[in-house]
């Protein structure tokens, strides 16, 4: 069976003045760009509870997760993505690609 991967993104808006936008374009045109990506199956996406500034994203990937990042960054560089100039770019988006190491459930233990 082959192994589970995610991609782990921490990113947030420029700043407090856009970050309705900011929403507005992670879901409705970053996400829904991201999924035509081979190998990106899923997106999920997490908001700040206690007033930080960063939220996450985790796609989960399906195959070569570095085949994966390739298309990602050709898609980004081909002008196939759409960046906003709404992200915060001081710290830049944190991404990294992590793989499943252990699996549990509350009911099993």
Same mark, same amino acid.
């Given at each position: 069976?082959?192994?589970?991967?995610?991609?782990?993104?921490?990113?947030?808006?420029?700043?407090?003045?856009?970050?309705?936008?900011?929403n507005r374009?992670?879901?409705?045109?970053?996400?829904p760009?991201?999924?035509?990506?081979?190998?990106?199956?899923?997106?999920? #996406?997490y908001?700040?509870?206690?007033?930080?500034p960063?939220?996450?994203?985790?796609?989960?990937l399906?195959?070569?997760? #570095?085949?994966v990042?390739?298309?990602?960054?050709?898609a980004?560089?081909?002008?196939?993505?759409?960046?906003?100039?709404?992200?915060?770019?001081?710290?830049?988006? #944190?991404?990294?690609?992590?793989?499943?190491?252990?699996?549990?459930?509350?009911?099993?233990?």
């Amino acid at each position: 069976m082959p192994k589970k991967t995610i991609l782990h993104v921490e990113s947030g808006p420029a700043g407090p003045d856009v970050a309705d936008e900011y929403n507005r374009w992670y879901d409705e045109v970053h996400i829904p760009e991201m999924l035509t990506i081979e190998g990106v199956v899923a997106a999920r #996406r997490y908001a700040p509870v206690d007033g930080d500034p960063s939220y996450i994203a985790h796609y989960e990937l399906e195959g070569d997760p #570095r085949a994966v990042m390739r298309r990602l960054r050709d898609a980004a560089a081909d002008g196939t993505m759409h960046l906003s100039d709404t992200a915060r770019t001081d710290p830049p988006a #944190r991404m990294v690609v992590l793989e499943l190491v252990v699996e549990r459930d509350a009911a099993s233990g």
